[in-house]
DNA sequence: TTAGGGTTAG
């Protein structure tokens, strides 16, 4: 009797455990619905299933109110469920409601504390978090990892590197957080030695490096440091491969692609954002649609992100239509889907239906911020709108608090200068809260190229000489300036300091794909087989051009007239 | 409870 009152207690016990792994493994895949049923179910809990039920709950479930009355519900807590709960409001952005939860914890372990103070780091924090990293009694290594990376992330990365050398212990999570605030902060120079340092050198770490080899422009070294990484996860395949693609290298990134799906690593979201990244850049139609069908079948088509990546592909590969049925197949867009569209259209030099799109978004409840302006004053500047340009750009800032950066005033120097109104157009330069950029002072070169003004030309290439030794640009167009004015003396000038500092210009290049094969053209270079062809293609379109421009702008003026 | 990739402009 008592032996079989022993198995029935141990046959129970074990069913239990096993309920709890359930809960747990279903809502690991996502199921919360299963893993309730499996809860509610169960002839016994303990402590374990109702935390790993709450847990599931915000986590997999996202949902936070749902975990509170479950909690409130718990017939007894533990320090884990506390954590739990304190960690589910840090995740969904609450900090108040942890801050109360952690207040009204009758116990806390050095976890409940390292919950809130990353949750302060989420949120940006620092001051906080600071304070209560002071205030804790205790300290771990994941405490101070999760401050180095905190003040790494916002830009403090010598504070963190002095916390990072003055912790009691170091893991690998301690190197990798320390490496990646370096190359997050530009600092490729400081990662590498670290990584060079590092004991033992993990995949995440590899990782880091790989992205800061990549902002570099640096791809050989990222690709040795890729090829020698033994396990390869997803994470160090989209590094190598959005690096490829935001150094223009689509090609290579595809190919790297292919290679990945033969390895048996699963694209994932980031994974197909990066690939419609090269089909945009490339204008690779036919890339982009099978990337498309991918998305579908990866059932990601709902993804935000993923559909503004789709917008802009479709955009720039030439069809505006097809990025306005994936921004309507959207259950809600955000800011960058609207900035997407606009651009999309302002790209396509629809000035009316960007300015229609605009107040739209705004009637969506939705706050115009620094890019949706960068596309705007573009928009104006492609249909020539000079005085609507100028009242954006002052409405950025009288409206909205956005103080315009240097890429905004670029565009207005860039419409002015377009409109020959090059004294307006410097006098904005001199505005500028930061120096003038060396594309800005260009566009005024370029200007004063077009509208033969020496003065301002001169003073515009000494501005681009000064800030970048290379320019070949400057002082090519300088001596075309000179030339066109017949002061031939100078011209000779500007050429030999060219010789003298050996300076080459860079030919320009551009490509088009047809039928699966990607022709490249370079300026000054007519050696395509078929050039005469080209040419008079050439100028059939541009002929052709004009008129869809001419037309469009009347349909539109037309269209405004009628309301 | 801590670390790596990922959408908009130019």
């Given at each position: 009797?008592?032996?079989?009152?022993?198995?029935?207690?141990?046959?129970?016990?074990?069913?239990?455990?096993?309920?709890?792994?359930?809960?747990?493994?279903?809502?690991?895949?996502?199921?919360?619905?299963?893993?309730?049923?499996?809860?509610?179910?169960?002839?016994?809990?303990?402590?374990?299933?109702?935390?790993?039920?709450?847990?599931?709950?915000?986590?997999?479930?996202?949902?936070?109110?749902?975990?509170?009355?479950?909690?409130?519900?718990?017939?007894?807590?533990?320090?884990?469920?506390?954590?739990?709960?304190?960690?589910?409001?840090?995740?969904?952005?609450?900090?108040?409601?942890?801050?109360?939860?952690?207040?009204?914890?009758?116990?806390?372990?050095?976890?409940?504390?390292?919950?809130?103070?990353?949750?302060?780091?989420?949120?940006?924090?620092?001051?906080?978090?600071?304070?209560?990293?002071?205030?804790?009694?205790?300290?771990?290594?994941?405490?101070?990892?999760?401050?180095?990376?905190?003040?790494?992330?916002?830009?403090?990365?010598?504070?963190?590197?002095?916390?990072?050398?003055?912790?009691?212990?170091r893991?690998?999570?301690?190197w990798?957080?320390m490496i990646?605030?370096?190359?997050?902060?530009?600092?490729?120079?400081e990662a590498r030695k670290l990584f060079e340092a590092m004991p033992?050198k993990?995949?995440?770490a590899?990782?880091?490096?790989?992205?800061?080899?990549?902002?570099?422009?640096?791809?050989?070294?990222?690709?040795?440091?890729?090829?020698?990484?033994?396990?390869?996860?997803?994470?160090?395949?989209?590094?190598?491969?959005?690096?490829?693609?935001?150094?223009?290298?689509?090609?290579?990134?595809?190919?790297?692609?292919?290679?990945?799906?033969?390895?048996?690593?699963?694209?994932?979201?980031?994974?197909?954002?990066?690939?419609?990244?090269?089909?945009?850049?490339?204008?690779?139609?036919?890339?982009?649609?099978?990337?498309?069908?991918?998305?579908?079948?990866?059932?990601?088509?709902?993804?935000?992100?993923?559909?503004?990546?789709?917008?802009?592909?479709?955009?720039?590969?030439?069809?505006?239509?097809?990025?306005?049925?994936?921004?309507?197949?959207?259950?809600?867009?955000?800011?960058?889907?609207?900035?997407?569209?606009?651009?999309?259209?302002?790209?396509?030099?629809?000035?009316?239906?960007?300015?229609?799109?605009?107040?739209?978004?705004?009637?969506?409840?939705?706050?115009?911020?620094?890019?949706?302006?960068?596309?705007?004053?573009?928009?104006?500047?492609?249909?020539?709108?000079?005085?609507?340009?100028?009242?954006?750009?002052?409405?950025?800032?009288?409206?909205?608090?956005?103080?315009?950066?240097?890429?905004?005033?670029?565009?207005?120097?860039?419409?002015?200068?377009?409109?020959?109104?090059?004294?307006?157009?410097?006098?904005?330069?001199?505005?500028?809260?930061?120096?003038?950029?060396?594309?800005?002072?260009?566009?005024?070169?370029?200007?004063?190229?077009?509208?033969?003004?020496?003065?301002?030309?001169?003073?515009?290439?000494?501005?681009?000489?000064?800030?970048?030794?290379?320019?070949?640009?400057?002082?090519?167009?300088?001596?075309?300036?000179?030339?066109?004015?017949?002061?031939?003396?100078?011209?000779?000038?500007?050429?030999?300091?060219?010789?003298?500092?050996?300076?080459?210009?860079?030919?320009?290049?551009?490509?088009?794909?047809?039928?699966?094969?990607?022709?490249?053209?370079?300026?000054?270079?007519?050696?395509?087989?078929?050039?005469?062809?080209?040419?008079?293609?050439?100028?059939?379109?541009?002929?052709?051009?004009?008129?869809?421009?001419?037309?469009?702008?009347?349909?539109?003026?037309?269209?405004?007239?009628?309301?």
């Amino acid at each position: 009797m008592h032996r079989l009152r022993h198995h029935a207690a141990l046959a129970s016990s074990r069913l239990l455990v096993r309920d709890n792994q359930r809960i747990t493994a279903l809502a690991r895949a996502g199921d919360v619905a299963a893993a309730r049923r499996v809860f509610d179910a169960m002839p016994r809990r303990d402590a374990v299933s109702w935390n790993a039920l709450l847990t599931a709950l915000w986590r997999a479930g996202r949902d936070l109110p749902a975990a509170r009355s479950l909690f409130d519900d718990m017939p007894s807590r533990n320090v884990i469920s506390w954590n739990s709960i304190i960690a589910g409001c840090l995740a969904h952005g609450d900090l108040a409601a942890a801050s109360a939860y952690f207040a009204r914890a009758p116990r806390r372990n050095v976890a409940s504390w390292n919950a809130m103070l990353a949750g302060l780091v989420r949120l940006g924090s620092m001051e906080d978090a600071r304070a209560l990293f002071e205030q804790m009694p205790e300290r771990n290594v994941v405490s101070y990892t999760t401050m180095v990376d905190g003040l790494a992330r916002c830009g403090e990365v010598a504070s963190a590197r002095e916390l990072f050398d003055a912790m009691p212990t170091r893991n690998l999570v301690s190197w990798a957080a320390m490496i990646s605030g370096y190359v997050d902060n530009n600092m490729l120079e400081e990662a590498r030695k670290l990584f060079e340092a590092m004991p033992e050198k993990n995949v995440v770490a590899c990782t880091a490096m790989i992205t800061g080899y990549c902002k570099e422009g640096d791809l050989q070294n990222a690709r040795r440091l890729f090829d020698g990484i033994r396990a390869k996860d997803v994470i160090s395949w989209n590094a190598i491969i959005s690096g490829y693609v935001h150094n223009g290298l689509g090609e290579e990134a595809t190919k790297l692609y292919i290679i990945m799906l033969r390895e048996g690593i699963k694209p994932d979201h980031a994974t197909l954002i990066a690939l419609l990244t090269a089909c945009s850049s490339l204008a690779l139609l036919r890339q982009g649609r099978s990337t498309h069908a991918v998305v579908i079948k990866a059932m990601l088509e709902s993804s935000i992100s993923i559909c503004n990546a789709l917008m802009t592909m479709y955009s720039k590969c030439g069809n505006v239509d097809e990025s306005e049925l994936v921004f309507m197949s959207l259950k809600s867009q955000d800011i960058v889907s609207w900035n997407t569209i606009i651009a999309a259209y302002a790209q396509h030099g629809r000035y009316q239906k960007v300015i229609a799109l605009f107040h739209e978004m705004e009637l969506c409840g939705l706050i115009p911020n620094d890019i949706t302006f960068l596309s705007m004053l573009s928009s104006c500047g492609h249909a020539g709108r000079v005085d609507e340009s100028l009242k954006l750009f002052d409405l950025m800032s009288s409206k909205y608090a956005i103080s315009p950066r240097a890429e905004h005033y670029a565009c207005i120097v860039d419409i002015l200068s377009r409109a020959g109104q090059l004294e307006k157009a410097c006098s904005y330069i001199k505005e500028m809260p930061s120096e003038a950029e060396k594309n800005v002072w260009g566009t005024l070169l370029c200007a004063s190229q077009t509208h033969g003004n020496v003065q301002l030309g001169e003073l515009a290439a000494k501005m681009l000489v000064l800030s970048d030794f290379e320019s070949s640009g400057a002082y090519v167009m300088l001596s075309n300036i000179y030339a066109a004015a017949g002061m031939w003396s100078e011209v000779n000038r500007v050429r030999s300091q060219m010789k003298e500092k050996g300076v080459k210009k860079q030919p320009g290049h551009s490509w088009t794909e047809i039928a699966d094969k990607v022709h490249m053209f370079v300026g000054g270079d007519a050696s395509h087989p078929e050039m005469d062809m080209i040419l008079s293609e050439l100028r059939k379109i541009s002929f052709h051009m004009q008129i869809v421009t001419d037309k469009t702008q009347m349909m539109e003026e037309l269209a405004q007239e009628c309301g």
